[in-house]
Each structure stands twice: as structure tokens, then as C-alpha cells.
């Protein structure tokens, strides 16, 4: 049973244009929602993070949008470049759930982005 | 600042062959050490964690099992892999915060 879900195993985009990445999940206990960015053969790299008292965290050319109701994030990528080209990881905790915090990840979504 | 070693990079065993992965932590202390699997075209599976020395959580029953001698090391283990054990084994340690920083990984090839 997946509780975070990547639907999109690729995208493609061009330079330039805006990367939309989705992610949904099940568990309502989930309270702190990240997003980890993964080159081939190196580790996953912290890119950007959410809690779930917001709605929107901004870090230069990413955001992160969370809507509750929903149990939908997505990770948007303003403007995207060539060096963006990697793995996308949405990962989701319930800090208070019992769980030690632990994430969960999603399967990744991987974009590249065209010259 | 804080580093996080692992090793080997890279492999190769024959079927029913013993494992042992190392990863190590510098720059801070009693850090939440986890072990990951990336299997082929799946996401990042949660093996094991460990809140302090000699504590250790399995989250998957398989072949492998962990230990943490000391604070800022974990080490993954098995008697005897199996083919099903290849994939990119990945570190990871974190503080309080639900932020994890990850190794830089291993890539097993059970053949």
C-alpha cells in the first residue's frame, strides 16, 4: 500500500519553462512533507520542505504548494534549466504519528529538461 | 559542518556470499542513522534506523540485518545474499529535525 504517490515516472520540459511536479498521499497524519533531488549513482539532496500548517514554501526557483483537502503536493521549478535534470523525490512524515518521524517516499518522478 | 562516508562505492558479490556496508558520520553526535534500498525502478524502501548505539528498528523482514557499534557508525549486514538483494544502498542520518541527509550510496550487483 503506497501512501506517497508519484504518478508521473518522467517529465520532460524545456529550458526555461516551468517543471510541475506532482505528488499525492493517503496518510492524514501526515504533517512535514519534503522534496529530495537525486542525481544517478549520488545520494538524494534536501531540496525543499512544507509544513502542513502552509500552504506554499518558496526557495528561489522552487515552490512547494500543499493542499490538505487534497493530499496533493507539487514541486514547481521557475525556471527550469538543464542542470534541474535528475530524480525528483516527494517524501512525507508524521512527526507525531508514532512512526519515529521516519519518511515515507514516493517512487520519483524523473525530469529532464531540453536545451 | 557535517559528513557522511560510505563505502565501498560500488559491489560485485556471487550469490550466498556474505555483505557488509559501512557508513560513518562526522561532525555531529547521536545522530538517527537509517539504511535505504533503491531497488531498480522503484522508490527509496526504509531497511532499518537507529536512535543510539545498539538500537536498532527493522522496518522490512528480509535477508539483511544492522548494527551500530558506535554513535556515528552503521553498518548493513548479511550471512548470504541473494540475487533480490542487489540495488543502491543508501545512508542517511538526521537530528531532531525530520530532515534526512543522505550518502553518497552503494551500488550492490548480487550475481
Known amino acids: 500500500d503506497q501512501q506517497v504517490k508519484q504518478n508521473s515516472p518522467s517529465l520532460s520540459v524545456q529550458e526555461g519553462r516551468i517543471s510541475i511536479l506532482n505528488c499525492d498521499y493517503t496518510?492524514?497524519?501526515?504533517?512535514?512533507f519534503l522534496w529530495y533531488k537525486k542525481y544517478p549513482a549520488e545520494g538524494p539532496t534536501f531540496l525543499i520542505s512544507i509544513s502542513s500548517i502552509k500552504d506554499k514554501n518558496e526557495d528561489g526557483r522552487f515552490t512547494v504548494f500543499l493542499n490538505k483537502s487534497a493530499k496533493h503536493l507539487s514541486l514547481h521549478i521557475v525556471p527550469s534549466q538543464p542542470g534541474d535534470s535528475a530524480v525528483y523525490f516527494c517524501?512525507?512524515?508524521?512527526?507525531?504519528?508514532?512512526?519515529?518521524?521516519?519518511?515515507?517516499f514516493g517512487k520519483g518522478t524523473k525530469l529532464s529538461v531540453k536545451p | 559542518s557535517q559528513t557522511i562516508h560510505q563505502w565501498p562505492a560500488t559491489l560485485v558479490q556471487p550469490v550466498g556470499s556474505p555483505l557488509s556496508l559501512e557508513c560513518t558520520v562526522e561532525g555531529t553526535s547521536n545522530p538517527n542513522l537509517y539504511w535505504y534500498r533503491q531497488a531498480a525502478g522503484r522508490g527509496l524502501q526504509l531497511l532499518f534506523y537507529s536512535v543510539g548505539i545498539g538500537q536498532i528498528s527493522s522496518e522490512v523482514p528480509q535477508n539483511l540485518s544492522a548494527s551500530r557499534p558506535q554513535d556515528r557508525q552503521f553498518i548493513l549486514s548479511s550471512k548470504k545474499l541473494l540475487l533480490s538483494d542487489s540495488g543502491f544502498y543508501l545512508c542517511?542520518?538526521?537530528?531532531?529535525?525530520?530532515?534526512?541527509?543522505f550518502g553518497p550510496g552503494t551500488r550492490l550487483t548480487v550475481l
Open positions: 517524501a512525507a512524515s508524521a512527526r507525531y504519528g508514532g512512526s519515529q518521524g521516519n519518511l515515507i
Open positions: 542517511a542520518w538526521s537530528l531532531l529535525a525530520v530532515r534526512q541527509f
Open positions: 496518510n492524514s497524519m501526515f504533517d512535514y
